[in-house]
Structure formats: C-alpha cells, structure tokens
Nanobody, 127 residues
Framework: QVQLVESGGGLVQAGGSLRLSCAVS????????MGWFRQAPGKQREVVAA????????YHADSVKGRFTISRVNAENTVYLQMNSLKPEDTAVYYC????????????????????WGQGTQVTVSS
C-alpha cells in the first residue's frame, strides 16, 4: 500500500524559506514521477513542481520558478520542495502526489495524471 506523508509546513514571514518533505512508503520513490501541488482557499488546486520517474527532468510553475526547487533523495525515499523568497500568495495547502504511469523523463503536470496523494501540509506566509 502506497502512502505519502508530507511535513515541513508552517508559518513564515515573507521572504523566508521552508522545506517541505514527502516521505513515500510501500514502493520506492524512484518508481514514480512525483509532483507538488497547492490549493489556496477558494481556488483550484494547481501544480507547483514535478520531477520525472528518471529523476533528471523537472518542471516548476512560472509562479515559483527561481524560488522553489523540487528534488528527490532515493536513499531516503523522499521528495523535497525547497521554497525560498516566500510570498503571501504562496499561502496554501501543499500536497505531494505520485504518478505510476509516466515513464523515463516524462513529466506529469496535471492532477489527473497522479495516482496517489498525501494529506497535505499548510504553508502560511505573512506579509
């Protein structure tokens, strides 16, 4: 049974940093493409970043490019989202997700492509 558990959210001032973790159990993290999504109140869930099954191809949404970085540590079976220069508009519940069908360098950037989801972690950025 695949489980994803996010951690690392919290309250931070604008300009600060947080690192989100997504621990994967039940399967090796490098058997999935992985993604981070977020959902702010009253808004649709949106993709933030994704990393391919191969681990060598990444995607970052324009709104976070240059500030956020997705990475994967196979030995820890964990995916990370390093978030720097945080802005109030980054406030949302952040979810990690696993895609078991996209192979090699293919990136999944829509929520419909993902098969497993974590429970989410709240990130609040104060101005």
């Amino acid at each position: 049974q695949v489980q994803l558990v996010e951690s690392g959210g919290g309250l931070v001032q604008a300009g600060g940093s947080l690192r989100l973790s997504c621990a994967v159990s039940g399967r090796l993290v490098n058997s999935f493409g992985m993604g981070w999504f977020r959902q702010a109140p009253g808004k649709q869930r949106e993709v933030v970043a994704a990393i391919s099954w191969s681990g060598d191809n990444t995607y970052h949404a324009d709104s976070v490019k240059g500030r956020f970085t997705i990475s994967r540590v196979n030995a820890e079976n964990t995916v990370y989202l390093q978030m720097n220069s945080l802005k109030p508009e980054d406030t949302a519940v952040y979810y990690c997700a696993a895609d078991e069908t996209s192979l090699y360098t293919r990136l999944a950037v829509t929520e419909y492509e993902y098969d497993y989801w974590g429970q989410g972690t709240q990130v609040t950025v104060s101005s």
